[in-house]
């Protein structure tokens, strides 16, 4: 009997926490609704009096939010597909493929993961300014595709994989492709989902990189051209919480949807300290 | 192999020596302007009154910020193990979320929950009897303002990692504890927090190293105002190089904070190799 108030208890924290957490995004998704200046009043209305659409029209007919929306995709998605593409192969070879200094330089690469990203950002600006990929989509890219994370990720799973499986399939004169492609592919199927998730969400997200590369708005990702937006209109609420739900909720869509992939990545991650 | 090399190993070197030159809107036109300087550049900046105020306010968001994040993120991970909670898989969603938003938008959110006049917070204080405050206009208030935005923006990172180290704590140590009569402060202080000892340590490098990057908070919310009190190393290191194009101070700037982050990750492990943690 004497563990009921300390259950209510418990459960009633969670909550309280839980709320505290989604507040901001619910009343995000309920200004967005209201009716040009109707959120500028004291107290804060929580919900719109008529719901209305005016901020999203504006917001696509026009700000270009449907084009940075399709840039926005666009980018996460060629990231996600480069970064499967590049940090497989990378990541198996370095679990299963036998060549000269093989351990030597994963470690090189994993004492990378310690410097922070952006001491390379100067350069590698200047550098991708050289070839030309200054303000241009393969300027955002680049640096997306080859992730020391990635390769990690991808590696610790296809250790996993047994050699006598591999060495099997060899005898039966398997070529080296085939073997990835019937064998190693299958099996890494969820690490895939993870690290297309985590690549996906890690772009659509990215700010600093793409605000540095894009000078031209008609390239801007959806929180480049948010962060524009909301230093132009700062007394639009309705219309920035417009713009900011048409920023989150695809990727929260896709993380409630995928979360557990996600979470795995997540805890992989941790261990790489 | 190359990409990363030609990616990540190349620049860094780079880095280097662009700190070492004068790069900056006259050389990106024409490299024939460029000039070396040796450490000029790193004599200037540890000359500059607004490059220390931006090391002591990103000291100040790490100092306060991180011992907090890690706080809020233990305390919902030991509330979502507890066997007493319920719907752990909802809680667990609903905690987390605001760690996959997008910080740009949910910044964007947090400036209006905050605006002195029409914002939440301030109602939410008023009812209370507390006079508004003018959270992101005030100095003295606009970093603890980006402070509690960013314990609620990312607290649920660490908390899904406390929640994995609390699950690998054996249930009998917890049992012993119980027979002994321990009361429930104790054991968490005497089976949990030492069986945590690794986890937290491994929390805090990870936490530390990512806010002594603090940019995009400041950048959409204050602009690095107001008085200068919200401007970060990174936010300093993105006007110097990216709107004034001194990449060459800029890159300096780049360095110094490398090693203000090799130096504390260094002293964290000589204190935790002290304690035996590791």
């Known amino acids: 009997m004497k563990r009921l108030p300390a259950s209510v208890a418990v459960n009633i924290l969670l909550v309280l926490a839980s709320a505290v957490a989604l507040f901001p995004l619910l009343w995000m998704l309920s200004v967005s609704f209201m009716r040009p200046g109707e959120a500028d009043s004291f107290p804060p209305p929580f919900l719109p009096r008529a719901p209305s659409l005016a901020a999203y029209k504006e917001l696509f007919a026009h700000q270009g939010v449907?084009?940075?929306?399709?840039?926005?995709?666009?980018?996460?998605?060629?990231?996600?597909?480069?970064?499967?593409?590049?940090?497989?192969?990378?990541?198996?070879?370095?679990?299963?493929?036998?060549?000269?200094?093989?351990?030597?330089?994963?470690?090189?690469?994993?004492?990378?993961?310690?410097?922070?990203?952006?001491?390379?950002?100067?350069?590698?600006?200047?550098?991708?300014?050289?070839?030309?990929?200054?303000?241009?989509f393969g300027g955002v890219l680049i640096p997306a595709a080859a992730g020391v994370f990635g390769i990690f990720l991808v590696r610790q799973y296809a250790l996993s994989i047994p050699d006598e499986l591999l060495e099997a399939a060899r005898v039966d004169g398997a070529s080296e492709f085939r073997i990835f492609r019937s064998i190693v592919l299958p099996a890494l199927r969820p690490i895939l989902v993870t690290l297309a998730t985590f690549t996906f969400l890690a772009t659509w997200n990215d700010f600093m990189w793409p605000l540095i590369v894009l000078?031209?708005?008609?390239?801007?990702?959806?929180?480049?051209?948010?962060?524009?937006?909301?230093?132009?209109?700062?007394?639009?609420?309705?219309?920035?919480?417009?713009?900011?739900?048409?920023?989150?909720?695809?990727?929260?869509?896709?993380?409630?949807?995928?979360?557990?992939?996600?979470?795995?990545?997540?805890?992989?991650?941790?261990?790489?300290? | 192999m190359a990409i990363i090399g030609l990616f990540f190993f190349l620049p860094v070197a780079a880095a280097f020596v662009?700190?070492?030159?004068?790069?900056?809107?006259?050389?990106?036109?024409?490299?024939?302007?460029?000039?070396?300087?040796?450490?000029?550049?790193?004599?200037?900046?540890?000359?500059?009154?607004?490059?220390?105020?931006?090391?002591?306010?990103?000291?100040y968001f790490v100092v306060v910020g991180v011992p907090l994040s890690i706080a809020a993120s233990l305390g919902a991970a030991l509330l979502l193990e507890s066997r007493l909670a319920r719907f752990k898989g909802f809680f667990r969603t609903a905690l987390f979320a605001p760690v996959v938003t997008t910080l740009v938008a949910v910044a964007v959110i947090w400036r209006?929950?905050?605006?002195?006049?029409?914002?939440?917070?301030?109602?939410?204080?008023?009812?209370?009897?507390?006079?508004?405050?003018?959270?992101?206009?005030?100095?003295?208030?606009?970093?603890?303002?980006?402070?509690?935005?960013?314990?609620?923006?990312?607290?649920?990172?660490?908390?899904?990692?406390?929640?994995?180290?609390?699950?690998?704590?054996?249930?009998?140590?917890?049992?012993?504890?119980?027979?002994?009569?321990?009361?429930?402060?104790?054991?968490f202080w005497h089976v949990t927090l030492p069986g945590l000892a690794p986890v937290v340590l491994l929390v805090s490098l990870l936490t530390i190293a990512g806010y002594l990057q603090l940019f995009a908070e400041p950048y959409v919310m204050t602009q690095g105002g107001p008085a200068q009190s919200t401007v970060s190393v990174l936010y300093f290191m993105y006007e110097q190089g990216f709107k004034w194009w001194s990449l060459g101070t800029a890159s300096a700037v780049a360095f110094l904070l490398f090693a203000m982050m090799l130096i504390v990750t260094v002293v964290q492990l000589a204190i935790a190799r002290r304690r035996g943690v590791l």
Request: hydrophobic share 55%.
């Open chain 1, 66 to 136: 449907g084009r940075d929306f399709a840039n926005s995709v666009f980018l996460a998605s060629a990231a996600t597909a480069l970064s499967l593409l590049f940090n497989v192969a990378a990541g198996y070879a370095f679990a299963k493929l036998r060549f000269a200094g093989r351990d030597r330089v994963f470690q090189i690469l994993l004492g990378a993961l310690v410097i922070p990203g952006q001491v390379a950002m100067i350069p590698l600006f200047l550098m991708l300014k050289t070839v030309g990929l200054v303000n241009n």
């Open chain 1, 215 to 273: 000078s031209d708005d008609r390239l801007y990702t959806l929180p480049v051209a948010l962060a524009s937006l909301s230093r132009e209109h700062v007394q639009d609420a309705e219309l920035m919480m417009a713009g900011a739900v048409v920023t989150v909720l695809p990727v929260l869509l896709l993380f409630v949807a995928l979360q557990r992939y996600y979470i795995r990545g997540l805890l992989a991650g941790s261990l790489k300290g």
């Open chain 2, 18 to 59: 662009l700190s070492l030159t004068d790069f900056d809107i006259y050389a990106l036109a024409d490299l024939g302007n460029l000039r070396f300087v040796g450490l000029r550049n790193y004599g200037e900046l540890l000359a500059n009154p607004l490059f220390w105020q931006a090391v002591a306010n990103t000291l």
């Open chain 2, 112 to 187: 209006y929950l905050l605006h002195a006049r029409y914002g939440l917070i301030n109602y939410g204080l008023s009812e209370i009897g507390v006079r508004p405050v003018d959270w992101l206009g005030d100095p003295h208030w606009a970093m603890p303002a980006i402070i509690l935005f960013a314990v609620w923006k990312n607290f649920g990172y660490n908390m899904i990692i406390f929640v994995a180290g609390l699950q690998t704590i054996p249930e009998d140590l917890y049992e012993a504890a119980r027979i002994d009569g321990a009361s429930s402060l104790r054991r």
